[in-house]
């Protein structure tokens, strides 16, 4: 599968005439608790040449494909990247940590890092994770089957809101094993449970509803939604002019 990735990307540079400068796994394996039939998310950032850039009116930036059975493909362009980067988006946030590379051009994590805490907002990523959270609770979980993988999803979001809200200066790991510190001890035993479920099950598996880690749920979730409008927010130098020196040393290739 890797061997496919590797070759899927260099279509890409060929077929579009770009540079990808990154390229991460993004979902359930990077977080850490992927089924055996999961798919690959496989997220990258690219860059045009630099004339791409020199018309009136801006081009696409963003490249999706059909999503099959093995691999879901995605990017954004690097000004669209950095924009968002500038807005403290934490999707963006975590792809910059994912612990599965795939490919990256020498020194553009590196060039990109002494930026990140200028550019975190605990507020917008308490927001982001709220709102995947808030589906788990008002919507996949309140059956007495629930889905395992939108389970984990739920909890997942839960911690790194929790995260924020006890570290409002630091970005939430992607990984879900450290996140994991912050849950309370007595789940142990049912989340040990469940994840041993979940690495032999397949995405579609449903579980009877675990009450005590639901109840969890939505007490995170009524604690961060009352946490958002008051979380402090620090204040950092404007990113802007270091970002616009990163964009444009990255329009062309590095020596």
């Known amino acids: 599968m890797h061997a496919r990735i590797q070759t899927a990307l260099t279509q890409l540079?060929?077929?579009?005439?770009?540079?990808?400068?990154?390229?991460?796994?993004?979902?359930?394996?990077?977080?850490?608790?992927?089924?055996?039939?999961?798919?690959?998310?496989?997220?990258?950032?690219?860059?045009?040449?630099?004339?791409?850039?020199?018309?009136?009116?801006?081009?696409?930036?963003?490249?999706?494909?059909?999503?099959?059975?093995?691999?879901?493909?995605?990017g954004w362009e690097l000004r669209k990247a950095l924009k968002l980067l500038r807005g403290s988006n934490a999707t963006l946030f975590e792809w910059l940590q994912s612990p599965v590379v795939y490919r990256e051009a020498a020194g553009f994590r590196v060039a990109l890092e002494p930026l990140l805490p200028a550019c975190w907002n605990p507020r917008a990523g308490l927001h982001h994770y709220l709102g995947q959270l808030r589906r788990g609770v008002e919507e996949d979980l309140t059956g007495e089957q629930v889905r395992l993988k939108r389970l984990f999803y739920a909890l997942r979001s839960a911690l790194a809101a929790h995260w924020i809200q006890?570290?409002?200066?630091?970005?939430?790991?992607?990984?879900?094993?450290?996140?994991?510190?912050?849950?309370?001890?007595?789940?142990?035993?049912?989340?040990?449970?469940?994840?041993?479920?979940?690495?032999?099950?397949?995405?579609?598996?449903?579980?009877?509803?675990p009450a005590e880690l639901v109840a969890f749920l939505q007490q995170e979730y009524a604690v961060g939604q009352a946490a958002r409008a008051t979380l402090p927010v620090p204040r950092h130098p404007e990113p802007t002019p270091a970002l616009d020196t990163v964009f444009r040393a990255w329009l062309q290739p590095q020596p």
């Not at 005439?17 to 798919?39: K, M």
């Not at 009116?57 to 691999?71: A, K, Q, R, S, Y």
Request: hydrophobic share 35%; with cysteine.
């Open 13 to 74: 540079e060929a077929t579009h005439n770009i540079r990808i400068l990154y390229a991460c796994e993004s979902g359930s394996r990077a977080w850490g608790f992927p089924s055996p039939d999961s798919d690959y998310d496989v997220r990258f950032l690219y860059a045009h040449p630099a004339d791409w850039y020199l018309t009136l009116d801006e081009g696409p930036d963003t490249l999706n494909f059909p999503v099959d059975e093995e691999l879901d493909l995605a």
């Open 166 to 209: 006890r570290y409002p200066d630091e970005v939430p790991p992607m990984e879900f094993a450290l996140l994991r510190e912050l849950l309370p001890s007595t789940l142990d035993g049912v989340v040990d449970e469940l994840l041993a479920r979940k690495a032999t099950a397949d995405e579609k598996t449903t579980v009877p509803r």
